[in-house]
């Protein structure tokens, strides 16, 4: 037995899907409501309904602001109960509240919470309790395996989707910070088949496909957090790379529990060939699986083509938003920056106008960036292209004490490569020199600042894997370079070695 080291657990997503985890494995039946936006004071359920489960995490482990969240919670709590309707429903039939906290209870903090909060509660019928760090603990002892998961310093295969969340907003900050925060606008019909894959007994895999930009990622989330976590499933999403490298998939989880686990554009169809093989007859055969991918023709979904496993696939293809979902989509990104203080008419014009000029989300979301910065529609770029150019300019400037070119040549070799593995010194000396580093220690330092400003992200064990994202301003960076740019030399060594690069893979 291994001392537990809480300072692994830096974020509130991921202390939720810990708590989460030990919730459901102590109670099977349990329901987890853990996702933004109003859960009625809600973060899980016991299986009998019961009683209910809410999850503060601080850094700082203030016991005072443990105390000061039952405060507010209680508050919150008789307004669901006075108020007819939805909230009044959910709270029908609860006899208990239970507060999980990081924090360390003593003597003296047990009895402020018996004096101050437990009479809170007792006036709306509940009886309030509390598990803080000890008792966390001598719970987590109990469960070895989730223990190891979340403590024992490694990278975990799968995700809870508190976290998932939390790593896609991380990675599309860059963009723009508040694009998965944005209510979600349009795509009832493909809401409605994600539920219907869900229902389908006969349905395994769910590949959703379509543009880079399009909204596939976001569209894996809400379908999971709308049509699956209500229905009591568990919500998991892959670290592909990480289960690439190990078979220890189980770890911590009830792989026997009905399970939707959410891959976002794999590149290696190994793990697709061992998921099947799980779904179809392993521990895992009450899983689902819902892939995205750019396109239904991808590499790594060539194994599914086979009649017997296309039997146990269905296809959602995603296409643009409709005018009036995407107009929405901007008037939402506008209210959360600078922009919020515009008058009424000219916010609806500028979410017109981009709903109007570029096709999907992510774009929209970077003009609306763009145009925080800017102020003024009129200068704004036309052309996706225009746009995309502008923004790299703003994004590299920014980068002080970094020379612009050693900038642009190292996302144009980052961005060929796709997926660079630090790992590999014949790879990270290649870009040392075509990216006009002098030594290691500078390329290092150079990535470390595309990471701090979330244009490069790790990813895999030990996040030895560097990527670039959007993958859309990727896929720029490198048409701009290897086609729109003909006449410089850095274009006719680019295409030489794109030629050596595919021949060599």
């Known amino acids: ?36 936006g109003k859960d009625y004071a809600q973060d899980a359920r016991s299986g009998d309904g019961l009683t209910i489960y809410q999850m503060k995490f601080h850094q700082k482990e203030s016991t005072s602001s443990a105390i000061a969240d039952a405060k507010k919670e209680v508050e919150k709590i008789a307004k669901y109960l006075e108020t007819p309707g939805k909230s009044q429903e959910i709270w029908q039939g609860v006899k208990k509240w239970i507060l999980v906290s990081n924090v360390a209870f003593n003597s003296s903090n047990d009895l402020k919470w018996n ?65 998965l925060n944005a209510r979600y606008q349009g795509r009832e019909k493909e809401l409605g088949q994600y539920k219907n894959f869900i229902n389908d007994a006969n349905k395994k895999i769910l590949v959703i496909h379509g543009a880079g930009g399009i909204g596939k990622t976001r569209f894996l989330l809400e379908g999971a957090e709308t049509q699956a976590l209500p229905e009591g499933w568990q919500v998991l999403w892959a670290n592909v790379a990480t289960m690439t490298n190990t078979s220890s998939w189980f770890m911590g989880l009830i ?92 916010k609806i014009e500028a979410a017109t106008w981009i709903a109007q ?74 870009i040392q020199t075509k990216a006009g580093c002098k030594n290691s220690t500078d390329l290092k330092r150079c990535l470390d600042k595309l990471i701090t400003y979330n244009i490069i992200f790790e990813r895999g064990a030990r996040d030895h894997l560097l990527k670039m994202k959007p993958d859309v301003l990727a896929d720029y960076i490198l048409q701009d370079w290897l086609i729109y740019n003909p006449d410089s030399a850095l274009h006719y060594e ?3 070695t794109t030629w050596l690069f595919v021949n060599i893979k």
């Open 115 to 179: 004096k101050e909060i437990k009479p809170l509660f007792a006036c709306l019928g509940l009886e309030a309790s509390y598990w803080e760090k000890s008792k966390i603990e001598i719970q987590l002892h109990q469960y070895p395996d989730l223990k190891q998961a979340y403590f024992g310093g490694e990278t975990r295969v799968f995700l809870g989707i508190a976290e998932a969340r939390e790593q896609v907003q991380q990675s599309q900050g860059f963009h723009h910070p508040h694009a």
């Open 1 to 36: 037995m291994f001392d537990i080291n809480w300072g692994l657990i830096r974020s509130g997503s991921t202390f939720e899907d810990l708590i989460c985890s030990l919730i459901r494995l102590k109670d099977h039946e349990a329901r987890l409501y853990v996702r933004p």
């Open 357 to 430: 000029h570029y096709d999907y989300p992510i774009w929209m979301a970077i003009a609306i960036k763009l145009l925080e910065s800017k102020g003024n529609l009129e200068t704004m770029p036309q052309e996706v292209e225009g746009l995309a150019s502008e923004y790299l300019e703003e994004i590299i400037p920014q980068q002080q004490n970094l020379p612009h070119d050693q900038i642009q040549n190292l996302l144009r070799w980052i961005a060929l490569f796709d997926t660079v593995n630090r790992e590999d010194p014949a790879v990270m000396d290649w």
């Open 494 to 496: 680019a295409q030489k």
């Open 255 to 346: 792989p026997e529990r009905p399970t939707l686990l959410l891959i976002d554009e794999p590149d290696d169809a190994t793990v697709l060939q061992t998921l099947v093989e799980q779904i179809s007859g392993g521990r895992a055969r009450t899983w689902k699986v819902a892939i995205a991918v750019r396109s239904p023709n991808d590499k790594v979904l060539n194994y599914l083509q086979g009649i017997r496993k296309r039997q146990i696939v269905e296809e959602l293809p995603l296409a643009p938003l409709e005018e009036s979902a995407a107009v929405a989509f901007c008037q939402e990104l506008l209210e959360f920056g600078s922009l919020q203080t515009q008058k009424a008419n000219w």
